[in-house]
């Protein structure tokens, strides 16, 4: 065995290599630099809508309104729970055994249903408001597509007339009209 096979051999890479490596990086930090400015001096709208994208949500919460007592504790004003049935009226797919059965739950005409089922060019039609809950279970029980229901809610004043004055009155949304309503 020889002494020259036992000694590592020193190899030179030419310059030019590492000149060269050293300038593709130092190309691309200034592609990067170069971009960032971009982004943050010309595209503001652009990046301020992506950051919001990502953390800004519109929730609609909704909220009954509470109850209006007077000094002893006694309720002017309750908020109970209704249904309102609506429809879609080209969805709607029923016999007239169902539509008579709707017509007589809900108490109004079997013309004057028709007549709101007929209008095909309305997307949403209100076929009655504020319908107690076991009147809108017996109506789900039907089962006839393209009638749904919503739930809302009626103010009830237990004393009547007496506070109107004061206490005012909401409107078929459950939205203040007058007074502290």
Known sequence: ?????????????????????????????VVLAGRSLYLQSMRTGFLQEKGEARYSRVLEVPATRGRIVDRNGEALAISTPVKSVWAIPEDVKATPAQMKSLAALMQIDQRELARKLSDADREFVYLKRQISPETAARVAAL???????????????????????????????????????
């Open 143 to 181: 089962g006839i597509p393209g009638i749904h229901q919503q739930n809302e809610y009626r103010r009830y004043y237990p004393g009547g007339e007496v506070m109107a004055h004061v206490l005012g009155f909401t409107g078929a949304d459950d939205l203040g009209q007058e007074g502290i309503e």
């Open 1 to 29: 065995m020889s002494v020259a096979a036992s000694v590592p051999v020193m190899v030179r890479l030419p310059v030019w290599r590492a000149r060269f490596a050293l300038a593709a990086l130092l190309a691309a930090f």
